[in-house]
């Protein structure tokens, strides 16, 4: 099993140019979940899926987008990148909703200039 | 609002050394805890979780960690550290019902030879 994996690495962007990560987790694991990671700050939870075709949002859902069309993948969508969205960003996966123990992706680092 | 809170940001200790990562969290009822851990570059992974039971857990790489209820506590321990434990480490507490994990700011710990 590769587990769960992002991509891009790393990413530059300009302020207002939009972009997907991508995540895929090949576990068959019904949640799947984003978090960025900021300094001092940990992880903070951005959306969150419960299964396909189901998204709810988390603690810093503005300025992002998701969707789960498949079990197996849970892109994240920024729509108009901001310098405050520069960030590395983790995807998370986990058996269902009662396991909590979460799986994690490498990390994309985004910068937004 | 629930909160996790990692009073040390950066801890230095020399190998051979014990070591104890302090974790508090503000929550109304027992939450499930873990610890992650984070080397450079990479992403998360479970060192150790509790649900319920025996309040001490071992985890993987020789460590574990206490659940002390009256303290609101959920304290790492190792009693010999390795150079290759330098890393970032979170305590994390996951909500009964709401299949989030709320984490705490991470303390970065290095090792002396």
């Known amino acids: 099993n590769a587990g769960v994996t992002q991509t891009p690495k790393f990413q530059v962007l300009k302020t207002g140019q939009s972009m997907t990560l991508q995540c895929a987790q090949d576990?068959?694991?019904?949640?799947m979940s984003w978090y960025r990671q900021d300094p001092g700050m940990g992880l903070r939870l951005i959306h969150y899926?419960?299964?396909?075709?189901?998204?709810d949002q988390g603690e810093v859902p503005n300025g992002y987008n998701v969707s789960r069309s498949t079990t197996e993948d849970f892109p994240l969508r920024l729509l108009s990148a901001a310098p405050s969205q520069t960030s590395v960003y983790f995807c998370?996966?986990?058996?269902?909703?009662?396991?909590?123990?979460?799986?994690f992706g490498p990390g994309t680092r985004l910068t937004v200039t | 609002a629930q909160s996790v809170t990692q009073p040390d940001i950066h801890i230095t200790v020399s190998e051979g050394a014990s070591l104890e990562l302090r974790c508090n969290y503000s929550?109304?009822?027992?939450?499930?805890l873990f610890w992650y851990v984070q080397s450079p570059g990479q992403g998360l992974q479970l060192l150790l979780k509790?649900?319920?039971?025996?309040?001490l857990v071992q985890g993987i790489k020789g460590f574990e960690a206490e659940f002390k209820r009256s303290q609101s506590s959920f304290n790492l321990r190792k009693p010999s550290v390795h150079w290759s434990d330098a890393a970032e480490y979170f305590c994390?507490?996951?909500?009964?019902?709401?299949?989030?994990?709320?984490f705490g700011q991470g303390t970065r710990l290095t090792i002396n030879p």
């Open positions: 998370a996966s986990s058996y269902n909703r009662g396991s909590y123990e979460q799986y």
């Open positions: 929550y109304g009822a027992t939450p499930y």
């Open positions: 994390a507490v996951g909500l009964q019902g709401a299949q989030k994990l709320v």
């Open positions: 899926s419960v299964g396909a075709g189901i998204t």
């Open positions: 576990m068959n694991h019904e949640y």
């Open positions: 509790y649900f319920s039971g025996d309040t």
